[in-house]
């Protein structure tokens, strides 16, 4: 079985970096919690994802689209088609004095944030750090094992999915699609969330083309009442 483009599809992965069989990322909860990745901050679900949308490696990708519904399958990606090779010039040094200014412990291994860029601290010592700023799977061949779990069918579950591979959640969230617009009624997360404004145009992008309307309506409901329900009142009186 090929799924078509466009298709929302649920996945259960394991990711390893090859050479040397090191799992670094799944969604299975016991292999998490074996490698030592366990977060508890982190939903271990099947993985929602738009086949074809080249979010993931295109070897990858093209897997996914020729995959069968329950069967598990492996691809081999080389570095050159996955993250790419390591580049020197992405290794910086900069004072330590930088660092504590942020009150940060510029330890090794800690993922830290300098202007628009982030990194790995590689090395501290002298008065100096040096950072990282490669992607981490940079030079890595890669593995991944997975199997497509389902198939996203029905409207609401797909704008479901779309938030949540997008915003990582889709609790809250309610729905009305029309069949030239889509509304999107917000919860009170979204208000605190700093990553919510470059998040959001991802979100429109996905419903434009998952339900192919040119027209998204994001509506942010204040009221004393809980979001959620005030958004179903709203839906109700619309309907």
């Known amino acids: 079985m090929a799924f078509n483009k466009g298709d929302i599809v649920r996945i259960d992965y394991n990711a390893y970096i090859a ?7 799944t969604t299975s909860e016991s292999a998490a919690k074996d490698a030592g990745l366990y977060n508890e901050k982190y939903k271990y679900a099947p993985m929602a994802y738009i086949v074809g949308s080249g979010k993931l490696f295109k070897a990858l990708d093209d897997a996914i689209t ?12 080389e570095s050159a088609d996955g993250a790419g090779p390591r580049d020197p010039k992405l290794v910086e040094v900069y004072p330590i004095r930088e ?5 940060i412990n510029p330890v090794p291994g800690l993922e830290v944030r300098l202007g628009n ?37 029905d409207d609401e579950s797909k704008a479901e999915a779309i938030v949540e591979m997008n915003f990582g959640t889709s609790d809250g969230f309610n729905f009305k699609i029309d069949s030239d617009k889509v ?3 917000l919860p009170d997360i979204v208000k605190f969330s700093q990553e919510w404004p470059m998040l959001r145009f991802r979100i429109v992008d996905d419903l434009r083309n998952a339900f192919g309307v040119d027209t998204v309506e ?14 179903k009142k709203e839906v109700e009186k619309e309907e």
Request: no cysteine.
């Open 19 to 25: 050479d040397i069989d090191r799992l670094y990322d």
């Open 183 to 185: 509304s999107v009624y």
């Open 99 to 103: 660092f504590y200014k942020q009150e």
């Open 66 to 77: 020729n995959a069968e519904i329950g069967k598990e399958e492996t691809v081999e990606i």
């Open 218 to 231: 994001l509506i942010e409901v204040w009221s004393r009442a809980p979001a959620a329900d005030v958004s």
């Open 117 to 153: 860029k982030t990194g790995i601290v590689m090395s501290a010592g002298a008065g100096r750090v040096k950072v990282d700023f490669n992607n981490p799977l940079a030079g890595k061949d890669l593995r991944y094992t997975f199997t497509v779990t389902d198939v996203v069918k």
